[in-house]
């Protein structure tokens, strides 16, 4: 028997990048560029039809690390979403490894080696406002996230 490797085709739009049953989808993305400059952070909420319901941008305290800015955004926008008493919301971002660890974590997976990471405990700060929400997270192709990295890259250069 011969296996064949079936391929998708690659999604044209960010709804194609979703699961179908998604109804509320919100974009996350952080800016970064060097430990000792200040992060910004960006969010965007749509419906699934992709209407424009609520965006944030903010200037964060510097972060040693990429993947703790992008956490930190995620923190944020999961929190200002979850203030404002929104369910069921699948988070998106470009930043796969951290999707991967929130994942892993929502799921309680003890695969420790994939799981420790210097995010890790916002990591679980997000676990434990999700968890409550029924808030889900999902990557997506960097071309779908183009207006929420202005919004952090602006807030970070503008220092909003």
């Known amino acids: 028997m011969v296996l064949q490797r079936v391929s998708r085709p ?3 739009t960010i709804q194609d990048a ?3 049953e998604v109804q509320l ?10 430990p000792s400059e200040k992060i910004g ?13 609520l965006q944030g ?9 990429p993947l703790v800015a992008e956490a930190v955004a995620m923190w944020k926008a999961v929190c200002q979403l979850h203030r404002l008493c ?7 971002g470009d930043c796969l ?9 929502m799921e309680d997976k003890q695969h420790i080696e994939d799981y420790i990471s210097e995010a890790s405990s916002t990591i679980h700060d997000i676990k434990v406002v999700a968890m409550k929400n029924h808030y889900a997270f999902n990557n997506v192709p960097r071309i779908f996230i183009n207006v929420v990295d202005s919004l952090a890259k602006n807030a970070r250069t503008n220092n909003q």
């Open 10 to 12: 690659a999604p044209e």
């Open 41 to 53: 952070i960006g969010w965007s909420l749509y419906s699934k039809e992709g209407t424009l319901r």
């Open 97 to 105: 490894k951290l999707v991967q660890q929130l994942e892993c974590s």
């Open 25 to 34: 989808y919100c974009i996350v993305d952080a800016s970064w560029k060097s």
């Open 18 to 20: 979703l699961p179908h």
């Open 57 to 65: 941008s903010s200037t964060m305290d510097a972060t040693g690390t």
């Open 86 to 92: 929104y369910k069921n919301v699948t988070f998106v």
